[in-house]
């Protein structure tokens, strides 16, 4: 389940951390383990993201929309781009706030047509950032609110 919650687009680590602490698992543990998962996310994304691309591209309707969708997001966010690159991707996949993990990075890195590969490692390093935060706000939390919090739900 750690590795399932970790995969996650709603979850990621950001669920699968505490969740796995409240299972039993030793913080350590359980941050390895969700971060070893969540750190797969941009290849199953990047993967994804464009041979689902290629096949709806044929796609008159699908085409019109995803240009225009395309460049409003290039035009909003290339001064940041500029500014920050793979730094400010990092950063952003680190803060463990909803929609701000691997799968939003991926697809942010997608869409602005970034290199696969200096993402990946970006995001990486944005996914172990985020997991470290978890654990310590984890640790932080303590033993007796973490599981009454997970048995009440």
Same mark, same amino acid.
């Given at each position: ?38 750190? =797969?996310?941009? /290849?199953? #994304?990047?993967?994804?993201?464009? $041979?689902?691309? !290629?096949? +709806?591209?044929? *796609? ?43 799968? =939003?990075?991926? /697809?942010? #890195?997608?869409?602005?047509?970034? $290199?696969?590969? !200096?993402? +990946?490692?970006? *995001? ?30």
């Amino acid at each position: 389940m750690t590795i399932l919650f970790s995969i996650l687009p709603i979850s990621e680590l950001r669920g699968a951390i505490p969740y796995a602490v409240s299972q039993g698992f030793s913080i350590p543990s359980a941050a390895v383990v969700s971060i070893l998962a969540n750190i =797969t996310v941009p /290849l199953i #994304a990047f993967l994804f993201l464009e $041979s689902l691309h !290629k096949l +709806f591209y044929r *796609i008159p309707v699908y085409k019109r929309f995803f240009d225009r969708f395309v460049e409003k997001s290039r035009a909003k966010v290339h001064a940041k781009v500029e500014k920050y690159g793979y730094w400010g991707l990092m950063i952003f996949v680190a803060i463990p706030l909803p929609v701000t993990g691997a799968w =939003t990075g991926a /697809l942010g #890195a997608w869409v602005l047509g970034l $290199s696969y590969k !200096k993402s +990946f490692f970006a *995001i990486a390093g944005g996914v172990i950032l985020a997991g470290l935060i978890v654990s310590i706000l984890v640790a932080l939390w303590g033993a007796g609110t973490r599981t009454i919090f997970f048995k009440t739900m």
